[in-house]
């Protein structure tokens, strides 16, 4: 299960034996990188429920148990207490009995019941449960990806942290920054044959001038990488970058460690694939090689390599095509050096794998979030999410630089201002890609979620200009400002009578707020928002919308909601 520094552990048990003895449990529970365990008490709340908790005050991996025992001393008190008050004269037995259970010469019924109570008896454990325990990144944070250089490099980027803290974001993401391989470069578009000038994809990592541990040249130095790093902690903001396990053909692993890549029965490598797409330019790795145990150990050492460096968040590439033993022990080797390490899973894939990466230790994981745009859509995805609340933490982007979806390419801007919305307001932590802002919706082809001149591909001039930017930072903001927005499992939805119309509540205590979305982004749409009694709000109140400013008179009950195409309320009940 997943926790953040701070929260409590809830622990709840049947517990039970035969015949009527009175029972004792606790749970006990070892904090991260200590080996002593420590104890709180289990209370019974009847018909053999037990329950407590225990708070986490440090991140890394937790580990917790339930022991339970008989309590003879307490056992006896009750048996004696019942004859007493049964009537019964002669106890010369049972003092003996007690006596013996206490280690006295002699007992007296007054003395057996002021006996302290508590022995443990015939102790029986659970199996050891374990807590990822993270700090408040894992959960809650706005994140932004682009790619360096289409921003002038590191430097580029570190002369625009503040402009990104004053929009609120939390997390900036570099997908690969490493050397990019020549041979079958990819030229724009995805082409097969490259320019002379194409910089090719980055996820075809490693050339001659390095793999996973080096720097592309014209991003900048490592120096200057490790500037950028601690700049951005300076304004509050950290630097993701990409663990995609591939290379390209010229990655310096291909000639040290042939033995590490596929291969056909002719003895020609396998490139990667996931068709209909197909990466040329890209070679995986062989996790079956004979030499498995130096494949992993490299690939540790590469990311305890960029921990050395600064970095504490890494977004993983495609990690569901990797065996999950490797990340249960990838994860668990580099968060023993750095219990602040959050890793990211790029997982789009079964819901068995995406929950099973949780378990094995990644902090969040991408969703499919892009590809649901109707309120039914949203409600399934919403009710699979909570679902797997205790073990998963989603992360929502609304694009990524695979996937436009058509939502966004026939909606415009009313379209991306919804989207926007549902993602920061739906989920604690969301993201978008760069260009979003500027409602960047060219499809490469019709029925296709690629871009047109991918940035993949090419480099931009990018600047941080576009014309979202100013509902992202209001947005941002009102998710700081307000814990209901920084928690998924305080939602409640809410009936609008109109499709078009999605709205939910999010609470905690002393904060609500209701959300508010036309999914249209062609038409105005009408419909009430119905505030459940339930809510405990009193008849009538005042919200405060945090996107526009203004202020109405809300009711327990129907609430006339009137939106033009993409727009939205976010509204905060006064206290």
């Not at 996820?203 to 541990?213: P, R």
């Not at 663990?243 to 029965?265: G, M, V, Y």
């Not at 941002?476 to 709205?503: K, V």
């Amino acid at each position: 299960m997943k926790r953040i520094v701070g929260e409590r552990v809830d622990v709840s048990a049947r517990i039970f034996r035969d015949g009527h003895d009175a029972l004792g449990a606790a749970v006990r529970y070892r904090p991260a990188g200590t080996t002593r365990w420590q104890e709180v008490p289990l209370e019974p709340l009847g018909n053999d429920h037990w329950s407590g908790s225990f708070t986490v005050d440090r991140p890394g991996t937790w580990s917790f148990r339930v022991g339970a025992w008989t309590d003879r001393i307490a056992s006896y008190q009750d048996e004696i207490r019942r004859k007493v008050e049964g009537g019964q004269a002669d106890l010369t037995g049972e003092l003996t009995e007690g006596a013996a259970l206490l280690g006295r010469a002699s007992l007296t019924v007054e003395e057996a019941l002021a006996a302290e109570a508590g022995d443990r008896s015939g102790i029986a454990s659970s199996e050891v449960y374990e807590v990822d325990v993270d700090r408040e990144l894992a959960r809650f944070g706005s994140w932004y990806e682009l790619f360096p250089r289409s921003w002038g490099g590191f430097e580029g980027v570190r002369e625009l942290l503040p402009r990104f803290a004053q929009l609120g974001f939390d997390v900036i993401y570099l997908p690969p920054i490493h050397p990019i391989g020549t041979t079958n470069r990819k030229g724009r578009n995805n082409s097969l044959t490259a320019a002379p000038s194409d910089p090719g994809s980055p996820w075809a990592i490693g050339s001659d001038e390095g793999g996973h541990e080096a720097i592309h040249p014209e991003l900048g130095t490592v120096a200057e990488f490790e500037r950028l790093v601690a700049d951005a902690r300076d304004h509050g903001i950290e630097i993701a970058i990409d663990f995609a396990i591939q290379c390209s053909p010229d990655h310096p692993w291909l000639k040290e460690h042939p033995e590490w890549f596929n291969r056909r029965p002719d003895g020609t490598l396998k490139y990667a694939e996931n068709p209909p797409k197909k990466y040329q330019d890209i070679y995986n790795v062989n996790f079956e090689s004979e030499d498995w145990k130096a494949l992993w150990a490299d690939l540790r050492d590469v990311v305890l390599l960029w921990v050395e460096r600064g970095v504490t968040v890494f977004r993983v590439d495609n990690p569901h095509t990797k065996p999950v033993p490797f990340w249960e022990w990838l994860i668990d080797e580099v968060r023993r050096e750095d219990p602040e390490v959050i890793f990211l899973a790029e997982a789009f894939t079964r819901p068995a794998m995406m929950t099973t990466l949780a378990k094995a230790g990644f902090a969040q994981s991408y969703t499919y979030f892009t590809w649901k745009n109707t309120r039914w859509e949203l409600l399934e995805f919403m009710g699979q999410l909570l679902e797997w609340s205790d073990v998963y933490r989603p992360n929502v982007f609304a694009n990524t630089p695979d996937i436009l979806h058509e939502y966004l390419q026939r909606g415009g801007p009313p379209a991306f201002e919804a989207r926007l919305v549902l993602a920061a307001t739906l989920s604690p932590a969301y993201g978008i890609y760069s260009g979003f802002e500027s409602f960047e919706n060219v499809p490469v082809r019709d029925g296709s979620e690629e871009y047109l001149d991918s940035e993949k591909y090419e480099v931009k001039r990018r600047s941080l200009d576009g014309p979202l930017l100013p509902l992202v930072a209001t947005l941002n903001r009102a998710r700081r400002e307000n814990p209901a927005l920084q928690r998924l499992d305080d939602i409640t939805f809410l009936e609008t009578e109109n499709e078009q119309l999605f709205a939910y509540m999010k609470r905690v205590p002393g904060n609500d707020v209701v959300v508010i979305v036309n999914l249209d982004p062609v038409a105005t749409q009408q419909g009430v928002c119905i505030v459940p009694v339930a809510t405990g709000l009193p008849p009538a109140y005042r919200v405060r919308d945090l996107l526009a400013g203004a202020e109405w008179t809300w009711h327990i009950g129907r609430n006339f909601v009137e939106l033009a195409p993409g727009k939205s309320h976010v509204l905060a009940v006064v206290r």
